[in-house]
């Protein structure tokens, strides 16, 4: 190249063209191999570097290599022998299929001279293949009617190889019915012919088994054989005939639907084709087509629709069985449906009643009804029944009629209606049932009379309640219904002092609420007992009485009143004595004073609210005594004045308040002498007070001896009596309390004095002696609690409870009031 480079350009270019040609002349040249298929990788082909002139390891100096267009290498070059070799496995049948030649071209570049050498091999066949056939196994029908001569077309072989190594020829297995023969066709491909030789018998032999193999011509030789089966089909010559001539099968009624029953049976004598059979059933009027299905290949009859022992009690199916080619035979299958217990029994209620009144005599007929069983036999045996402990029963009539009537009057009050379940019942096993229900309305009558909850009542109302006040509700029930049932309500009607009871209380007649149209006071009565009547509004009217106590309960609306001291009627005050004399504890007086209330109400407390001298008395909080508190001084003063106040319990509380004077005296005289210096007298006429003293002493000093006379006497004859009375059982403890006022213990004392008088001429000089005091406790009667003055009945009061009295004291004790 480098001498070129230095030749002109003219010469340089005549040179490669030279040079071009000579390569071309070179790379002209052919090199032809041949090497069978399936040879081992690496097998020899051809010597390439003999065939170049060339040494074997001057190949890789020359740069010779192989050169391909982009398919795949099947050949290499060995570098040490220079021997061109196979690649790989080579399948002249992958290659070029079924073409009578297979070559293969490539180019060798031997780069040094950048010569080019084409190549072509030739792949030889050998016989790798054997022939095979499309099928191995041939199926052939033919009648046994066929003439000899028929030809049968069979399946042709296959062989992947060429020229003797392909098919050569066909062979059939030796028989005495058919023969092989072999066709050419314009292709050049064999085609093999079944030949019919001797005609077929198929009771002689039914099928034939044939072989036909194919063998092409390698060597060694191969084979393919297919297995040809033919069938000598029969010609139709026998009808079906079924296993029974009728078939007759029994069937309950309650088989599910989709069960087999029976199964019929029609054999063929020929084979094949005309001997499969095929079941049909017939198509007659009637409903044993829509009741049963026969299924065409295997003959089951099966059920498609429920069976009813009452709707039909057997079936007839008409069945046809028929071959293939069309021959064809009858058969009929009675099937028998047996009853069973599936119906209950019916009712048919021909009348019945919905309402019965409860004064019905036994016997009355409440319903008649008819039962039926659709079944047969034991199953549609009935027999009726009703619940235990009904007034009612069944009575049998003809053809299953029954009767339903009362055993007993009935109660409306007790069962105001009956829904009466009737059950019939049928000898099926197991047994069914069937229940009807009759619903009865007892009507009523006015058997009840109204009732009230209690067979008394007790009702309370405060006093001083306002008119019209509600006090009680008062029910009565009756326990009929309607009419029957309307309760009014009224008041038995009498007299209460002097007036009618319906001017203080009203009841009212629908609701039975009583009110009051008075205020009531518990002073004037405390109890009412009433009757209320309840009437029903039936016909005729039943009524009720029932007592009703009313009790006024009390409230505070009395004041505590002051029975002793009483005030005088002229409007002065009252004096009470005590002497200079008097210890610590000394009785002066006792307040008495009672309460119209009771109970709490009535409940008396007594306190000192004022004194002139405070500290010199004291007043008993419950008995109401007034005692000094310490002993008297001279230097106390002569009078005293207490006021005491005297309260009750109530809610608010009531209070009464009375002033006491208290008079401090060893004696009369020295009250009347300190009475005269405290109080000088205006009236000339002063003088003659003392010969009014003592005409008034002398006569207190008759009257007191009298009485104590009366006393005695009376002392004496009570005495008597209280032996008489010991032998009495009850004496004064049968007594009611309510009798005495004071309730809650509270008791009144009264003071009584007894006295000795002296008298002088001169009256200044005078005097009174008083001695220790007695106490008498009187328990006040309820009578000494009215409105009266306690005062004015002393005499009463000393028959009334047989205590000592001494109305002189009273009668000194008004003077020393006048006088003062």
Known sequence: MAVLQKLPQRRRLVLLCLLSAALWAAGVGQMRYSVPEEVDKGSFVGNIAKDLGLEPLALAERGVRIVSR???????????????????????????AQSASCLVNFNILVEDKLAIYSVEVEITDINDNAPRFGVEELELKISETTSPGFRIPLKSAHDADIQKNTLQKYELNPNDHFSLDVRNGADGNKYPELVLERALDREEEAV???????????????????RIRVMVLDANDNAPVFTQPEYHVSVPENMPVGTRILTVTATDADEGYNAQVAYFQEKNPGKSSEVFEVKSASGDITIIKSLDYEDAKFHEIDIEAQDGPGLLTRTKVTVTVLDVNDNAPEFYMTTATSSISEDSPPGTIIALFNVHDRDSGQNAFITCSLPENLPFKLERSVDNYYRLVTTRALDREQFPSYNITVTAKDGGNPSLSTDAHVLLQVADINDNPPTFLHTSYSAYIPENNPRGASIISMTASDPDSDHNAQVTYSLTEYTLQGAPLSSYISIHSDTGVLYALRSFDYEQFRELQLWVTAQDSGDPPLRSNVSLNLFILDQNDNTPEILYPALPTDGSTGMELA??????????????????????????????????????????????????ARALLDRD??????????????QPPLSATVTLTVAVADSIPDVLADLGSLEPSADPDASDLTLYLVVAVAAVSCVFLAFVIILLALR?????????????????????????????????????????????????????????????????????????????????????????????????????????
């Open 70 to 96: 982009g398919r795949t290498q099947l050949f290499a070059l060995n570098p040490r022998s220079g021997s061109l070799v196979t690649a790989g496995r080579i399948d002249r049948e992958e290659l070029c």
């Open 637 to 650: 003063a002569l009078k005293q004045s207490l006021v005491v106040a005297v309260q009750d319990h109530g």
């Open 716 to 820: 004496l004859r009570r005495w008597h009596t209280s032996r008489l009375l010991q032998a009495s059982e009850g004496g004064l403890e049968g007594l009611p309390a309510s009798h005495f006022v004071g309730v809650d213990g509270v008791q009144a004392f009264l003071q009584t004095y007894s006295h000795e008088v002296s008298l002088t001429a001169d009256s200044r000089k005078s005097h009174l002696i008083f001695p220790q005091p007695n106490y008498a406790d009187t328990l006040i009667s309820q009578e000494s609690c009215e409105k009266r003055d306690f005062l004015s009945a002393p005499q009463s009061l000393l028959e009334d409870k047989g205590e000592e009295t001494f109305p002189q004291v009273n009668f000194l004790h008004n003077m020393l009031m006048s006088y003062h």
């Open 579 to 628: 002497p200079r004399s008097a210890e610590l504890g000394y009785l002066v007086t006792k307040v008495v004073a009672v309460d119209r209330d009771s109970g709490q109400n009535a409940w008396l407390s007594y306190r000192l609210l004022k004194a002139s001298e405070p500290g010199l008395f004291t007043v008993g909080l419950h008995t109401g005594e007034v005692r000094t």
């Open 208 to 226: 034939h088994h044939l072989v036909l193999m194919a063998l092409d011509g390698g060597d060694p030789v191969r084979s393919g054989t297919s």
